[in-house]
C-alpha cells in the first residue's frame, strides 16, 4: 500500500493543484498550501475545498472553457473519497511522520519517535540577548528538512521555517542556555507549536506561543563560524533597481549614494543619488534634483558640509547647462552660486576637494567650455570657474579614472590614457606637481597594458593601484593590482593574488592597515569561491578569514564598484549585486560585518611585577562603538616583550581595564590593546610605554621658604620608578633641588633618577642675583679695597691711596693686611671707630656696610654680641660681616663698591665729604646706583 501511495502522491498533488490553478478562488488555493504545509491529508483537504465551495456559492466552475462545466461539488465529493481513501491507508501504513496535525484539531500531536539526524548552528549576541541565523538540518527516514530562523520572541523561542515547505508554520527551538556565545548550546529542543496562537500563516514571530510537545531528547546546537565579511542583514535592503557606482560616509555617520538607479523601493523620484541614515534608511529630509537623467559616478562631501556630485547626467531637472558636475547644499537642494564650465561633453568620474579649497575633476571630458586643450582633467576654483594657473598636460588621449591628492600636495592621476604630451611612455598612471606639470622624478612601470581604474596613497607613503591591466612590463602575474614605491618603481616585495579574473575597480587601505580590494572578478587565483571583494594583509597575501555571502562569489558575475569602511568599523559596499544572502530585494547595496576597530587612549599603572591596563573603546562618529557591526565580546591587553596578557571577557566587555601579571620588575614594556567580536579581533592599537614596578620605596620631599614644592612630605614610588616634582620659586627667587633620590631640574620640573631605595628630595629658594660665594670672592681687587675703606671708613678711597694699596697687594700684601693697617694705624679709623664697645661698632658697621641697622634678635646685634658671631675679634668684625653677608646685603655692599671705585675713577678734587656721600644712601637696589652716579657725575661737571 505504501507504494501505491507513493506512486498516486504525484497525482493526487497534481488534481489538488489543478483544481487550485483553474478552478477554485484564492482562499481554497491558500487553504490547499496550508494544508501542504502541515501535512495534511489530500482527503481532508478536498474535503476543506467542498466546505469552501459550498461556504461562497460556487455550485459550478467553469474549467478551461466555457463549454466544460460540471458540478464541483459532485467531483469533490468524488476526489475527497478517493484521497481519504489513499490518504488513511497511506499514513497507517507509512513510519511516523514527524509533525502530524491531524485536520480535526488545531493542537499538534507529535510522534516522538525522533529523527535520525538531526544538527544545527546558531549565532548568539550575548548583549543585546538574541539569536539569529539558526540553521537546524533534520532528517526523517532519508528526507531532509533545512530550517532556518532569525531572532528569539517574547517567550524565548525561534521559528524555524521548512525551507522545503512554501508557507509552513514549522516549528519552533527553544532555547534554554544561552550562556555559552560563541560555542555550543546543549538544552535546546525542538518543540512544534500550536499554530492557532499564530494571528497568520505569515508570522515570523508568533507572540504568546506555548510548546505544545518536544522531541525526546535535547539536541545541541553548535555556534556558526563567523568571519569577517558576513551580510549585516540589520541594515535594510533597499531596492536599488540599478547599480551603485559610488559611496561614501559623511562626517556626522550617514551615507551618500550614487549610481544609476532610477527608483529606490519602487520611489521613481529617487533617482541616481540618495543619502541613507547611519541604520540604512532613507534619509528624507534630503530631496536632491530629481531628474538626474544619468548616472552619478563619485561624489565628495566638502569641507563646508556641501557636496560635490560628478557623473555621466546631461542636465538636472531640465536644466541642460547643468551637466556632468554640480554642486548640493546639505538638504540637496542646487546651489545656484556654483558655476562650473557649462560644456563637458564627457563623463566626470572622479573629484576631489584639495587642501586649498578647490576642486580637482577627471573624466572622460575632452573640452572645458569649448576649450579643447583641456582634457579629461581640470582644477576649478571655489565658485566652479576654471583655475587657469592649473596647466596639466594638455594631451591626455584617453579617460581619467581616478584622482587623488597626495600628502605632500601633489597629484595622482589614473586612468586609461596611453600617452602624455605625446610620451607613449607616460600611459595609464602620472604624477603631477600642484601646478599640474608633469612630476618627471615620478617613474612608474612603462607597459601597464590596460587602465588604472583606482589608486590610493597609502600610510607609509607607497601608493596601491588597481585596473583592468593584465601585465605590468611585460610580467603576467601582476595583474589588476601592484603596489609601487614613492618613485613609482614597483614594489616586488608586494605579492597579491596572481589570477584575478577580471578588473579591479576599488582599492583601499583600511585603519587596521590591510587592503581591501573589489572588482567584477570572479575568481581568485583559480579559486571560484573568492570573488568581487577581497581583503590582503600588507605583504598581498588574502585574508582568508574575510568571507563573503555565498551570491557575491563564483559564477554569480556579481561587480563591487565602491566600498568605503565606515567609521564603525562595517563595510558599505555598492555595485552591480543582485539578490545578495539570497534576498531578491537585497540588491546593490550592502554592508558586511567585521571585526572591531583597535581600542584609543590606552594607559598603564605600574604594580608589584605588573601593569594595570586602562583604554577606551573604538568610537564611531556618530558617538556608537566601532564594533564592526556586532557587539564586542571582549578585550586583549598584551605586553611585549614576554606577550603576557590579561583580557575582559563576557559577561563584563564593556570592562576597559585589566591587570598584566607575571612581569619582571624593572623591565620596560609596551602594551598594546585589541578588541574582539564574534568575527575576529582587531588590529592592535597604539602602544603605550611603560615599566614593571618592584618594590615600592618612599621619596621625602621638602622645601624651604620663598618657594614650595608639590609634592611636600612622602610619597610611594615602585622600584626603578622616577618620581616628577613641581618646583615653583616665589617672585624674584630661584629653585635649587638637591636630596639623596639625585636627579634633574628642568625649569621647574624636577624628575629624580630612578629610585632603588628610601631617598629625599630638598628644594632650597634663593633671591635672584644672590652671590653664591663670599662677596670679596667675586669683585675684583679695586672693589675688595673700595669695600674695605667703605666698611671701615665709610667712603671710597682716593686715588693715591688706592693706587698705593694695589702696588703692596700685588706685591704680597693681603686684603687681610690692609684691614690690619686700616684698624690699628689709621687715625682717621681710630678717631672714628677706633674707642667704640662691641655693641656700638657692630650697628656702625652695619650702617656703613649695608645702610641698615641690625635686627636685635639672634640673626643680627644678638649673633654678634652673644651668639656664634661673638667669638670674632672685634678688629676682624668688618670682614667677618662683608663674607657672612646675605642675598640682600650681599648684594648692597656689590654696590657699594661699584659706586665708590665710580667715586674714585671720575672726581675732579677728592673731597672726604662727597666720597661719603655718594655711598650713604646705596642699598640693594639698581636705581640706588644710578642715583649715586649722577651725584658723582654732578660733582665732577661742577
Known sequence: MRLVCLLLKPYMRAVSLFTCQYGIPSLACSAKRFADSQRLPLGALTGLLLLLARHRGYERVTLLSSSQSFSLVKLMRLLAGLFLIFGVVGTALADPIKWNIPTSTLTPEVTNTGPSTISGTFVYDADSNTTSEVNVNITIDGDAYALTASGLNSNGYVRLMA???????????????????????????????????????????????????????????????????????????????????????????????????????????????????????????????????????????????????????????????????????????????????????????????????????????????????????????????????????????????????????????????????????????????????????????????????????????????????????????????IRLNTNGTLDTSFTPPEDLSSTVYKVSELRNGQYLIGGSFSNVGGDATLGSLIRLDTGGSLDTRFTLPETLVGGNAQSVFWFVEASDGTYLVGGKLEDVGGDPTRDNLIRLLAEPQPPTSVTTTNGESSLLVSWSAPTANDGSIADGGSSITGYTATAAPGGATCTITPPSPTGTSCTITGLTNGTDYTVTVTAGNIRGNSGASLASAATAAGPNYSVTASGGANGTIIQDGERSVAQNQTAVFVVTPDAGYTATVAGTCGGTLDNRIYRTNPVTSDCTVVATFTQTGCPTEPVLNTLTLEQQIQLVYVGLLKRGADRDGLAYWINDIQSGFTIEKLRENVVNSQPEYLQDLGLLTRANLVPRFYQNLFSRTPPTDDTGLAYWLSGGGATVKIDKLVLALINGAGCTDAKTLVNKATVAAYYTNNYTTYVKAEAIEAVANVDSTDASVTAAKTYVDGLSNG
Open 163 to 481: 525551507a522545503n515547505q512554501v508557507g509552513a508554520v514549522g516549528a519552533y527551538v527553544e532555547v534554554t542556555n544561552l550562556t555559552n556565545a560563541g560555542g555550543s548550546i546543549t538544552e535546546s529542543r525542538i518543540g512544534v507549536i500550536g499554530v492557532g496562537e499564530c494571528t497568520e500563516l505569515s508570522d515570523q514571530l508568533c507572540s504568546n506561543v506555548s510548546p505544545q510537545a518536544f522531541l525526546s531528547n535535547p539536541i545541541t546546537l553548535t555556534s556558526v563560524p563567523q568571519a569577517p565579511g558576513d551580510l549585516d542583514t540589520s541594515f535594510p535592503a533597499r531596492a536599488l533597481n540599478d547599480a551603485v557606482d559610488t559611496v561614501l560616509e559623511l562626517s556626522n555617520g550617514q551615507y551618500l549614494i550614487g549610481g544609476t538607479f532610477t527608483d529606490v523601493d519602487g520611489i521613481a523620484t529617487r533617482d541616481k543619488l540618495i543619502r541613507l541614515n547611519t541604520n540604512g534608511t532613507l534619509d528624507e529630509s534630503f530631496t536632491p534634483p530629481k531628474d538626474l537623467n544619468l548616472s552619478v559616478w563619485s561624489v565628495a562631501e566638502l569641507s563646508n558640509g556641501q557636496y560635490l556630485i560628478g557623473g555621466s547626467f546631461t542636465d538636472v531637472d531640465g536644466i541642460a547647462t547643468r551637466d556632468k558636475l554640480i554642486r548640493l547644499n546639505t538638504n540637496g537642494s542646487l546651489d545656484e552660486s556654483f558655476t562650473p564650465p557649462k560644456d563637458l561633453n564627457g563623463t566626470v568620474h572622479s573629484l576631489a576637494e584639495l587642501s586649498n579649497g578647490k576642486y580637482l575633476i577627471g573624466g572622460a571630458f575632452r573640452n572645458v567650455g569649448g576649450d579643447t586643450t583641456r582634457d579629461r582633467l581640470m582644477r576649478l576654483n571655489i565658485d566652479g570657474s576654471l583655475d587657469e594657473s592649473f596647466t596639466p598636460p594638455k594631451d591626455l588621449n584617453d579617460s581619467v579614472w581616478s584622482v587623488a591628492e597626495l600628502s605632500n600636495g601633489q597629484y595622482l592621476i589614473g586612468g586609461s590614457f596611453t600617452d602624455v604630451d605625446g610620451i607613449a611612455t607616460r600611459d595609464k598612471l602620472i604624477r603631477l606637481n600642484t601646478n599640474g606639470t608633469l612630476d618627471e622624478s615620478f617613474t612608474p612601470p612603462k607597459d601597464l597594458n590596460l587602465g588604472v581604474w583606482s589608486v590610493a596613497e597609502l600610510s607609509n607613503g607607497q601608493y596601491l593601484i588597481g585596473g583592468s591591466f593584465t601585465d605590468v612590463d611585460g610580467i603576467a602575474t601582476r595583474d589588476k593590482l
